[in-house]
């Protein structure tokens, strides 16, 4: 199912030990599990900002069950 945006804060990210992060994002009405690329963490304009409590825009947003 493909969510077209979905706002949540960062609420918990686990380094994975291959540079990506598996992260929980939180919203009003749940918490979910993600991942994080390590191309995103590491980009040079805005992946030093992607921290705990940090609150994310996403855009097309697929969900797996």
Do not use: W
């Not at 969510?3 to 291959?18: D, E, I, L, R």
């Not at 995103?40 to 996403?58: F, R």
């Amino acid at each position: 199912e493909r969510v077209p945006t979905v706002v949540a804060f960062v609420h918990s990210m686990t380094p994975t030990g291959k540079g990506n992060y598996t992260i929980n994002l939180k919203d009003p009405t749940a918490t979910i599990g993600a991942s994080l690329h390590y191309k995103a963490k590491k980009h040079p304009q805005y992946g030093q900002h992607i921290v705990v409590g940090c609150v994310l825009v996403l855009k097309q947003v697929i969900f797996v069950l």
